[in-house]
């Protein structure tokens, strides 16, 4: 790879200091023309403005060109002839691409890499206890662990196109066990090891998969959860058959149950380190992840293997800038969306070096993320606005006695960053010359939809800016459900048409499929979120305008959470909204009718805090309880959460019109007693 100057360089508004395209000869390699698949190129984007606008271009002019020239940055076992087949209609959605290709994700991960970075590190591991050596996961062991793990789960009859669900801490053997199911052409759900019992006994009934895998306990801030004892108390919920594969991590006491539990490393000492991989469609599915909706239960998002593939590996490369040797790091945990594309398949399929942290920002201290990235010389740094926020708390000195040269690009996902947090994270953590890119997408989408590209595009604190290549973003009136044509428009944000790395169904409920994201705005693909565009064209994502929430970059529906307190014997009935909180964006509130014979009281408050927690996960626990002798109700018994949003957002001046209100007195009430005044 030749040196560059970097085009990254910010100045102290964001504003990169050169949009000047890097000299020509570096240039060729930059965007390739024709992307050749073996060996992967990991040739750098450094993309500049002009580079961008012509790419978007054609992207947008001749998908089917566009997306048959960068199909190939992977590898095929059968090439594909048909690029893309796609429609967002309200009455025939579906979404096809490279539909008649076949491969296999894990080759793609790791095998098609082996001759020429067999020793190279694929995963660096750095553990929650800082004093426990980190390791360096080089491709050859990669390839030998998975080939392993894929062997133990064959062993153990998993087959093409089963579920298998893994609830695990982010340990290596998290990222060996998703691509061991890749390898096998199985599906993986994986499930954050922060859910309940009772969470993850629903995701594995809903996948119906019949194995399971943890480990015993899961270390974290210095904390050991019982992982193992979690998943005991799941499979109480599930089918006689589902058995349970356990990792061993801490090597602490388990309850064992013959003939259902397995130790890994007992099979695994006997497994063969070569697997043959399966050959998959480009559209059969590579995992469901479950995610909160607006109403109900979660949905399983359904993604597929080459258009994701294909989607993570390129936004990866071109949002980070990743070039030849660099050392990624995304602070997300695998049991998310962010943690599928931006630690382990984006990375790997493009051959290169990510982090997998097993702790928390503040343990031991609020140094953490930084001591990580002097350790491990880290280029890219990906995490969330939370998080700065947490750290911004701190003295900035846990930040500046650590040395950060190597940092290059800042990434920031999950929510808006407010300016402050943005500011921050430029002057103190970048020192001014790494640009941030503020990434917005969902677990839908599969990868990135809109950012910013280091070095092409001007940045904005708190504006995730331009479109990713092949995304179409409108912004829609939602009354009328026109399309604001305007350069400068707000309204709700929805997708003209479809990306490689869209989710194509939620598992088992294809229905729900078009009537949550492509009825209300017929002929687009729905966020769920607000936008802004400004006079530059670029976006500005405002926040969820549904029932879902986003509490510390977690998103959850509040109707998750209602449910969960209305099953408490002393609820009778329970309204949960989103308030503006410092740390966390958005704090859980929730109005809570009791039953006629139940006391409101502080220990009732607290009884129900830990119930929510209990049956959801820690991340759910209410931040605010109110008593509310009644919810504001339309006559014909619909919550009025519009009501309840403003009087907990404390601005009761501006309630609109209650006189639709079935008994309008319960405002006052609300009011009187509410939470933040
Ligand atoms: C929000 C996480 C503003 C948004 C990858 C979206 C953001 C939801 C951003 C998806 C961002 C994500 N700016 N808002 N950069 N990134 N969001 O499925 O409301 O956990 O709809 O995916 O997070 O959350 P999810």
């Given amino acids: 790879m030749p040196s560059h100057s970097p085009p990254w360089a910010v100045n102290a508004e964001g504003v990169p200091r050169s949009l000047s395209p890097p000299p020509k000869q570096e240039r060729e390699g930059e965007m390739p023309k024709d992307i050749h698949n073996t060996p992967p190129l990991l040739a750098g984007a450094h993309a500049d403005t002009e580079t961008y606008n012509a790419m978007y271009e054609a992207s947008i002019s001749d998908p089917e060109g566009f997306w048959a020239e960068h199909g190939k940055r992977i590898d095929w076992i059968k090439p594909f002839t048909k690029v893309k087949d796609t429609s967002f209609a309200h009455d025939d959605v579906h979404v096809k691409w490279f539909e008649d290709g076949t491969l296999n994700v894990a080759e793609n991960c790791i095998d098609r890499h082996l001759a020429t970075r067999g020793d190279q590190t694929a995963i660096i591991f750095e553990p929650d206890d800082p004093n426990e050596p980190a390791q360096n996961i080089t491709y050859q062991q990669l390839s030998d662990e998975v080939g392993k793990f894929a062997n133990v789960l064959k062993d153990l009859g998993v087959k093409q196109g089963d579920r298998v669900v893994l609830y695990l801490p982010m340990i290596p053997a998290a990222a060996y066990a998703m691509l061991a199911c890749a ?38 801030g210095g904390r050991v959860t019982d992982l ?54 480009a559209e059969d599915p590579l995992f469901i992840l479950y995610t909160s909706g607006s109403t109900g239960k979660p949905k399983g998002v359904v993604h597929t293997s080459g258009g994701y593939l294909v989607y993570a590996g390129m936004t990866h490369q071109y949002t980070f800038d990743y070039q030849e040797n660099d050392v990624f ?52 740094f990906y995490t969330a606005p939370t998080a700065i926020r947490l750290l911004m708390g701190q003295s900035d000195d846990f930040v500046t006695k650590y040395d950060l040269s190597d940092l290059k690009v800042l990434g920031s996902v999950g929510e808006p960053i407010n300016p402050e947090a943005w500011n921050w994270y430029n002057e103190v953590v970048g020192k001014g010359k790494c640009p941030i890119v503020d990434t917005f997408w969902q677990t839908e989408t599969g990868g990135h939809l809109i950012t910013a590209l280091p070095g092409a595009t001007k940045l904005k604190p708190g504006a995730a800016t331009k479109p990713f290549f092949g995304v179409q973003p409108v912004i829609l009136d939602p009354q009328s ?3 604001i044509t305007t350069v400068e428009a ?61 509490v510390s970059g977690h998103r959850m529906g509040t109707a998750e959470v209602e449910s969960a307190l209305v099953a408490h014997e002393k609820v009778a009935e329970a309204a949960v909204v989103g308030y503006p909180h410092e740390l966390k964006g958005q704090g859980i509130y929730c109005y809570v009718t009791l039953m ?40 014909s018994g619909k919550i009025m959460r519009r009501i309840l949003r403003k009087i907990a957002e404390n601005e009761v001046d501006g309630l609109g019109d209650t006189s639709t209100l079935a008994d309008p007195s319960v405002v006052d009430d609300l009011i009187a007693n509410r939470a933040v005044k």
């Fill in 596 to 635: 006629s014979d139940a006391d409101p009281s502080d220990e009732l408050v607290k009884e129900l805090q830990a119930w929510v927690r209990k049956e959801i996960g820690p991340i759910a626990k209410p931040d605010v309880i109110q008593w509310a002798p009644g919810l504001p109700k339309t006559r």
């Fill in 228 to 281: 193992k004892g979690n998943v005991d108390k799941a499979l109480l919920h599930c089918d006689d058959h589902v058995k349970c594969l356990v990792v061993k991590r801490t090597g602490q006491q388990v309850t064992w149950q013959e003939n259902r539990d397995i130790w890994y490393d007992e099979m695994a000492a006997s497994a063969s380190t070569f697997c043959h991989a399966a050959e998959v469609g």
């Fill in 481 to 483: 459900g026109e399309e």
């Fill in 183 to 220: 390898r096998l052409g199985a599906v993986h759900s994986v499930v954050f090891a922060g859910f309940s019992p009772d969470a993850l006994a629903s995701r594995i009934n809903d996948s119906g998969a019949k194995i399971v895998i943890t480990s015993d306990g899961a270390p974290r």
């Fill in 329 to 380: 790091w995304c602070t997300a945990d695998v049991g998310w969306v962010t943690g599928h594309s931006y630690i382990v398949y984006g990375p790997l399929v493009n051959g290169a070096t990510t982090v997998m942290f097993e702790g928390v920002p503040t343990y031991p201290d609020a140094g953490r993320f930084w001591a990580v990235c002097e350790k491990h010389k880290v280029n890219q």
């Fill in 490 to 550: 707000e309204g709700v944000l929805c997708m003209k048409d479809a990306w490689p790395g869209i989710m194509r169904t939620l598992w088992g409920d294809a229905d729900r499929f078009v009537s949550a994201y492509f009825a209300d705005y017929k002929g687009y693909y729905f966020t769920g979120d607000g936008c802004r565009r400004d006079a530059d064209g670029d976006y500005w994502i405002t926040g969820r305008v549904d029932d879902v929430i986003n």
